[in-house]
């Protein structure tokens, strides 16, 4: 938040506070006076305030504020006596922030908080990131590096006439992108100076690329692309598209010409990068290869036509010499064929070179030498001359490997280019790391570019020794990189993990080993932070080093996800009535695994398995997992003794109970666990009694706090407005690491990450502290056009799908963030600034509470007073409607607004506003009134308190003063004053029709309405069911009473006081109730407010 945002609250106070309170939504305007509760405290400095209040057991019962500036000196917040402990998920599925409340009991409470400095970003350097900025620049293409998702693939030389920058540049090519540019156009230094995202169609950009220097090329074509992708999202069909680029200076850019779309049947993700592979042209004639199909493909440029297909067992990269001879790799083999006459044939075959390893794609010089890169045990450039005679090899040889970085070796050499200063590009298809090679021809190393980092980023700083940095690619492996503080530089020292087929298979979906984790002496590592980007993942492995690699040392979580336990040999561990090859809960199954002899692969007597279903796991410093759900507990497994190489143990049988009753993930957010200090625990997940939308803490295991949490995930997220008001949570999703150390009074810290572009700081006893960053839809994105050091980035948002930063405190006591999607430093200044506030206790009466009531009241008479009457125009008509549900009998009526609120989803979902009107009429001896809710569902209620459904679901509700000689301004009911209540329960209409005062009533006859702040008594109520007629149809409903069992008597001119409302349930209880008129209904939970009647603040319903 940035402190304009914040005088702008100051500014509103203390009546904002007020209508935070009442509604917990925030104001357009201050209201007048503020709640009764007065809560001092006193600031010996300026500073953000978060404060809470706690019962006199210690239990939270509001989060009464967050972040908010206060001036230094005496302060007061005001409190409403309102809890914060209901969920509204209605509301949230319509972009509405509620959170329903009801008053606490009378008693000793504690209000408790802390203050902080502003919490200020600043830019350091970017890891792993090539490109000036290292990132997308928000007006050009200049920024970043090349694609995401996949690594380089593609290489060629483009001369300065064909080329868009008007000098001689180098295309680099990928294959899958999303952002960033798979296509790249760099000068002779590697300086990238334009590029372009997809060509050809989605997804796709250029792992493969040709150009075209034949005498009768194209001369409007600079350059050809190849890929295949699907035909249609999910159609399985797989279609070859050829494109060719025309240069476009004037805007610095290729514009795409496609040449060809052709199908090549079916596809799947595992074969989507093996069916082409490889590309060349020549005097308009592209070439091809379909490898594993054994042919190559001819096509026809100029006329855009598939002219033959050629049959060469396993062709891979293709090229064609200064006579127009087609060069083809094979399995093992360069083939040289005659060049193409007017029907294209292979003839002439020439084996040029043979005993290639696993060649993958060629390029020739001057000279017509030729480079080919090989992989298989060689992974370097071979060159040949043009009769096919070795002459030498560029790059170090060998196969991939583990250990110290060795820039000299290239790890799967792809496509290759000879620019004009005879330099050799070769880009790498390896994630261990993405990277282009530039040589000289003899085999000098003349410069190297490292990255991107993957979809979402990521990275973790070491805090013990803050010149490490490690960074995953899922799947794949790790990197460690050596990081020069003093220039602001990272440069790749080892490969410390690298998936191969020896490897132990982890499970699924489980990254690399990337938290650092430092315990007696030796370096661990963990995944638990970096395996699920939305959430908790539902496994974790710790990794011990060993000669400076990683090795899987322990492992836990759920067994079905973890493919090598379904083995034959593992099958006598499973427990009685599990299956872990089922897909029902049969193969609910948790495991834990210690390596006991060290050698990084699982035998049977290494594994536990005991049956129940089990959450997201984490791994703290201590080498403790925490399971966020074993069972309905969340639990933590500390080591119990470790073997001599250092692997820890664990037993199943002593788990630590860290929370009970644990709630399951109410989207894809959450689902993780931590302890901290003191007994504290903290929870991304709800827990009983409080609601699931909720993050949640125990002490000692007994449940404590919990905090609000309305769109909990990424897919939640979808569906959230913009924030109004601070320390309102918007989709988080993922812990960005363990606990924080921070001073012994505070306690630790710890930090969640949030999908639209805020992380979300608390303390382990559940304090809001800071959102860090600004929230997407309200700040621009990292976008920035240049860098440098100690770059102010407190006013951008991280945006959406940032799906990988963490955050970690240097035993120097800093605290940096890796930012996500850039892999860039951030140092956080402020976070030593966090102080706790002294306690101060207090005592809430009835009195109070009866006051909070007439605040409310008081607060929306206030309200109307700025909006002005309103008034329903209700009109008799010619004959009687048809009670269906059907509103076209409604054409031309005039219709009201109950509710408008919300926001509609801005994306991948259908939610939209609230829209819910109506409309009355008379016709015969009957009221008519017609809902328009679009909620087929509505009226679910339970019925479970007989005289009360408006506490146990959704209803229709109508509020009548019959009397229209009564003063409209009435405080209290009078004879004539009425409730009609309709739902259904049990699949049949009910309906209640309440009367404030009924003349002779007996005491005893009343009927009360309790909670522990007071007591209301309704003089009758009784069931007109069998009165009315109820029809609903598509969320539309329509409801008719006699006017004789409301005493009404309307006449054209007459004007009445009346109200016409929406009750709204989930779960057996109503969350939400909204009326026409008297908005002061944000109370449903306490009885008595619910069941009262207001007139005064009622509309008018005026009869024609």
Known sequence: MNNTRFLFLLLLLPGWFGQLAARQTAPKAAPAGQPPIAIPFTLTKAGFVSLVIENNEGIRVRNLLAETWFPAGKNTMYWDGLDDLGRDRDAARHGLYHVPGKFVEPGKYRVRGIVRDSIKPFYEFATYSTGNPPWRTPTDHTGAWLANHTPPQAAVFVPAAQSPVKEPVVLLGCYVTEGPDGLAWVDLTGKKRGGKAWIGGHWTAAPFLAVDKGQKALPQLAAYTGSVWETAKLSKQSQLRINGLVNNPAKNDYTVKLVINVPVGGMDNSSSTNIMSGMAVHNGLVVVSIRDRNFIYVIDAANNKLLDSLTVPHPAGLGFDAQGRLLVLTEHQLLRFDAFTETPSLKGQQILVDKLEEPVALTLDKQEN???????????????????????????????????????????PAGLAIDEKNQLWVTEKDFLPKRVSLWSLDGKLLNAFYGPPKYGGGGTLDGEQKSSF???????????????????????????????????????????????????????????????????????????????????????????????????????????????????????????????????????????????????????????FCIARLGDKA???????????????YDMTTPEVLANKVLPPASSGGDQALSGTNGWAILTLGMAPFERESFSGTRDGVAMWSYPNPWPGLHASHTAPVPDMPGQLIGPTRLMGGMLPMDDKLGPLWVVNGNHGTPYVFTQDGIFVASLFEVMRKAPNWRMPKAWRNMPLDSITLGEENFWPSITKTKEGDVYLVDGGRSSLVRLDGFNSVKRLPDLGFS?????????????????????????????????????????????????????????????????????????????????????????????????????????????????????????????????????????????????????????????????????????????????????????????????????????????????GVSIRGDIGVLRGDGGQTTSRMYWSNKATGITADVPSEAMLVPYLWGSFLFR
């Not at 005679?389 to 583990?402: D, E, F, M, Q, S």
């Not at 639990?635 to 143990?649: D, L």
């Not at 008034?871 to 549900?885: C, E, N």
């Open 370 to 412: 030729i480079y080919i890169s090989d992989r298989g045990q060689q992974h370097a450039v071979k060159v040949f001359d043009p009769q096919g005679k070795y002459l030498r090899t560029i790059g170090k040889p060998g196969a991939p490997k583990v250990g110290p970085y060795d820039p000299l070796h290239m790890n799967n």
């Open 470 to 624: 490690y960074y995953v690619e899922e799947g794949h492996g790790a990197m460690e990189f050596t990081l020069d503080w003093q220039k602001g530089t990272s440069l790749l020292k080892r490969i410390y993990y690298r998936r191969d087929s020896a490897d132990l298979r982890l499970a699924f979906r489980s990254a690399g080993p990337e938290t650092p984790l430092y315990y007696k002496g030796t370096r661990y590592w963990g995944n638990s932070f970096n395996s699920s980007p939305t959430g908790g993942h539902s496994t974790a492995f710790l990794f011990i080093e060993r000669n400076g690699l990683a090795y899987p040392a322990a492992a836990m979580g759920r067994a079905a996800h973890w493919d090598l336990l379904k083995q034959e040999r593992f099958k006598t561990l499973w427990p009685e009535n599990v299956d872990l090859n089922a897909t029902n809960q049969k193969a609910d199954a948790f495991f834990i695994w210690s390596d006991k002899n060290a050698d990084a692969q699982v035998q049977p007597d290494e594994i536990v398995i005991r049956k129940g279903l089990s959450g997201g796991v984490t791994i703290q410093s201590d080498l403790s």
């Open 635 to 649: 639990v933590r497994f500390a080591p119990t003794r470790f073997n001599k190489e250092g692997i820890p143990y």
């Open 844 to 1052: 809430v009466s009835v009195a109070d509470l009866e006051k909070s009531r007439n605040y409310h009241l008081a607060l929306e008479a206030a309200s109307q007073q700025d909006r002005g009457p309103k008034q329903l125009s209700i009109g008799r008509l010619a004959s009687q409607p048809v009670v269906d549900g059907d509103t076209t009998e409604w054409a031309g009526t005039k219709w009201i607004d109950i509710d408008k609120r919300g926001t509609r989803a801005y994306f991948d979902a259908k939610t939209k506003p609230y829209d819910l009107t109506a409309a009355a009429a008379i016709a015969g001896d009957r009221l008519y009134i017609v809902y328009r809710t679009g909620d087929e569902k509505l009226l679910t209620n339970t019925g479970e308190m007989p005289v009360a459904p408006f506490k146990t679901g959704g209803a229709l509700d109508l509020m009548i003063g019959a009397n229209p000689q009564a003063d409209p301004d009435r405080r209290k009911p009078v004879e004539g004053d009425c409730r009609l209540l309709v739902t259904i329960v049990n699949k049949k209409p009910l309906a209640l029709l309440y009367r404030a005062v009924v003349p002779g009533t007996k005491e005893k006859d009343k009927v009360p309405f309790t909670s522990p702040v007071s007591t209301l008594l309704m003089d009758k109520v009784e069931d007109v069911s069998s009165q009315v007629q109820l029809a609903g149809k598509a969320g539309n409903y329509e409801i008719s009473i006699p006017l004789s069992v409301l005493q009404l008597q309307p006449a054209a």
